[in-house]
T-cell receptor, first 116, second 113 residues
Framework: DQQVKQNSPSLSVQEGRISILNCDYT??????FLWYKKYPAEGPTFLIS?????DKNEDGRFTVFLNKSAKHLSLHIVPSQPGDSAVYFC???????????????FGKGTLLTVNP | KAGVTQTPRYLIKTRGQQVTLSCSPI?????VSWYQQTPGQGLQFLFE???????NKGNFPGRFSGRQFSNSRSEMNVSTLELGDSALYLC????????????FGPGTRLTVT
């Protein structure tokens, strides 16, 4: 049961244009969402996050949008740069049932390629 | 602060052998989580340790085990290796262990032949 889905394995955009990466989730208990970026041979790097009480969070060129009713979030990168080329993972956090801590669930990732 | 470190970075083992991977979290972080990354499968959660106790466990067979020491360093062990265990194993640490931002190490690339 894949609770966090990134349906696009890859995305290619031109430098300077907008990159939009999408993520869908099924668990309504998720209350915190994160995006990570991963370069080859490196561990994922935290990029941006959003709480379920918000619908938008912006950090420089990166903006994350959350649509709770649709159980959908997206990451917008504007303008896209060649250095943004990486695998982007969407992750969601929920309180462990019967527990007092949280667990991150990751999507399978989207490979973004920004062409000069 | 120094980041999360993992040793070794690369490892080649034979089927049936066992392997131990090590992770040193960011200083002050008490939560350490382990993930397995394989092509097309994203990051699959193995387990999480907090203050030397395993708090969460993913859906992996009992051949996968771990532990955490009093200094928060963690080890992961895989016994009776199978070809399908070939993957990148990532360790992540967190200060609060509450599912918020986790900081990842570079990973250990395990190849089973």
């Amino acid at each position: 049961d894949q609770q966090v889905k990134q349906n696009s394995p890859s995305l290619s955009v031109q430098e300077g244009r907008i990159s939009i990466l999408n993520c869908d989730y099924t668990n309504s208990m998720f209350d915190y969402f994160l995006w990570y970026k991963k370069y080859p041979a490196e561990g994922p790097t935290f990029l941006i996050s959003i709480s379920s009480i918000k619908d938008k969070n912006e950090d420089g060129r990166f903006t994350v949008f959350l649509n709770k009713s649709a159980k959908h979030l997206s990451l917008h990168i504007v303008p896209s740069q060649p250095g943004d080329s990486a695998v982007y993972f969407c992750a969601a956090s929920a309180l462990i049932s019967g527990g007092s801590n949280y667990k991150l669930t990751f999507g399978k990732g989207t490979l973004l390629t920004v062409n000069p | 602060k120094a980041g999360v470190t993992q040793t070794p970075r690369y490892l080649i083992k034979t089927r049936g052998q066992q392997v131990t991977l090590s992770c040193s979290p960011i200083s002050g972080h008490r939560s350490v989580s382990w993930y397995q990354q394989t092509p097309g499968q994203g990051l699959q959660f193995l387990f999480e340790y907090f203050s030397e106790t395993q708090r969460n466990k993913g859906n992996f067979p009992g051949r996968f085990s771990g532990r955490q020491f009093s200094n928060s360093r963690s080890e992961m062990n895989v016994s009776t290796l199978e070809l399908g265990d070939s993957a990148l194993y990532l360790c992540a640490s967190s200060s609060r262990g509450d599912g918020y931002e986790q900081y990842f190490g570079p990973g250990t690339r395990l190849t089973v032949t």
